[in-house]
């Protein structure tokens, strides 16, 4: 009976290290996939943000004021911004989330400007567009991650 007691016990010390071992594996694969996720976010940021300080037009009425919930929404966004590129750069798996929280309040601002005929043409249009890829992507990786 001590040697089926001693085998059942060596088997379930076995199984442990086995689990342990994959355990680590998948977090260490995590951990890969959520470097990887960050650092392309953080390249579309660049050039997302990049392009827009580079190529934005002037405002079709430069002296049009701007109402006070325009002002909620960029500072919202540019906390949601800020707070997302510091995760992103750190690592980390929120960082994800507050680049999707960036990319949705960045799409609002380019419905805001296409409504509001803030820009002529096509240049709010350019705005939702890149902020909803960086707001999908961000979200894609949130999920692939957790």
């Not at 680590?24 to 960050?38: K, T």
């Not at 798996?93 to 960036?102: E, K, M, Y």
């Not at 799409?107 to 909803?132: K, N, Q, R």
Request: aromatic fraction near 8%; charged fraction near 15%.
């Amino acid at each position: 009976m001590a040697m089926t007691q001693d085998r059942v016990q060596e088997v379930e010390e076995r199984d442990q290290l086995e689990l342990d071992r994959s355990t680590a594996d998948l977090e260490s694969s995590r951990g890969a996939s959520l470097n990887d996720w960050c650092r392309r976010l953080l390249v579309g940021w660049a050039v997302v943000i990049g392009s827009i300080v580079l190529f934005e037009p002037a405002p079709s009425d430069p002296n049009a004021a701007v109402p006070t919930w325009g002002n909620v929404l960029v500072l919202a966004f540019t906390a949601a911004l800020v707070a997302g590129l510091a995760g992103l750069s750190r690592r980390r798996p929120w960082g994800l989330r507050a680049s999707v929280v960036a990319g949705g309040l960045g799409l609002a601002i380019g419905a805001a400007c296409v409504l509001t005929d803030h820009h002529v043409g096509f240049w709010g249009w350019y705005e939702m567009a890149a902020f909803s890829g960086l707001a999908a992507t961000g979200w894609f990786a949130a999920k692939t991650v957790a």
